[in-house]
């Protein structure tokens, strides 16, 4: 168990759907963040919460928008996505103040027809 | 900007093979340094950090140190087995006081046959 759990672990949605990816932590972190992953590119900060207020968006397309409802919630709604969006979604925590390092979810694997 | 250079791979050995792989690192200032693994269908799992020059971080047989002058943090394993096939990533962070931005290497992927 990772202390960070993402759902759904795959997702396939057309290209007019609306979904949302899901991210929980129980590690009592208050920072959060949003990574894509997709093959044969370096993984991409996408956002950064911290104490539930966004701090960081990365140039990242309007399809996407994170939500975070509280320090051990977030989530990714989609909307109208690219077939190019295609990846695997990685979300993370980490505590404000520590060594940096984060703590990331097993991921949610996105196919976008 | 701050960036973070990893050998290519993909590297193959054998089982109880040496392994080595190579992180150099551009920052200004001191990061931390981290090595994360992935396994297959999985997400990142931190492997190690070394937090200021010459810390060495360890896990599982696993190594690094922190070289200041070098600019490098190198993982190695004296003798890898069939189950560190994975992707090894090397990464460098500032403590900020608004969340980490970590910075990734592109990956190493690891196979390691019997």
């Known amino acids: 168990e990772t202390g960070v759990t993402q759902t759904p672990r795959h997702l396939v949605m057309g290209m007019t759907n609306k979904k949302s990816l899901k991210c929980e932590q129980h590690?009592?972190?208050?920072?959060m963040y949003w990574y894509k992953q997709s093959a044969k590119k370096p993984l991409e900060l996408m956002f950064v919460?911290?104490?539930?207020?966004?701090?960081e968006n990365n140039s990242v397309p309007s399809r996407f928008s994170p939500e975070c409802p509280n320090s051990s919630h977030l989530f990714l709604h989609l909307h109208t996505l690219q077939p190019e969006d295609s990846a695997l979604y990685l979300c993370?925590?980490?505590?404000?103040?520590?060594?940096?390092?984060?703590?990331f979810g097993e991921g949610s694997r996105l196919t976008v027809l | 900007g701050d960036s973070v250079t990893q050998m290519e791979g993909p590297v193959t050995l054998s089982e109880e093979a040496f392994l080595t792989i190579n992180c150099t690192y551009t920052?200004?200032?001191?990061?931390?340094l981290f090595w994360y693994v992935q396994y297959p269908g999985e997400g990142l799992q931190l492997l190690l950090k070394?937090?200021?020059?010459?810390d060495k971080g360890s896990n599982k047989g696993f190594e690094a140190t922190y070289r200041k002058e070098t600019t490098s943090f190198h993982l190695e394993k004296g003798s890898v087995q069939v189950s560190d096939s994975a992707v090894y990533f090397c990464?460098?962070?500032?403590?900020?006081?608004?969340?980490?931005?970590?910075?990734f290497g592109e990956g190493t992927q690891l196979t390691v046959n019997p």
């Open positions: 993370a925590s980490s505590l404000l103040g520590g060594t940096g390092e984060l703590f």
């Open positions: 919460y911290s104490l539930e207020e966004r701090v």
């Open positions: 990464a460098l962070s500032f403590k900020e006081t608004s969340g980490s931005r970590l910075t």
């Open positions: 070394a937090t200021k020059a010459d």
């Open positions: 590690l009592g972190h208050n920072a």
């Open positions: 920052a200004t200032g001191y990061p931390s």
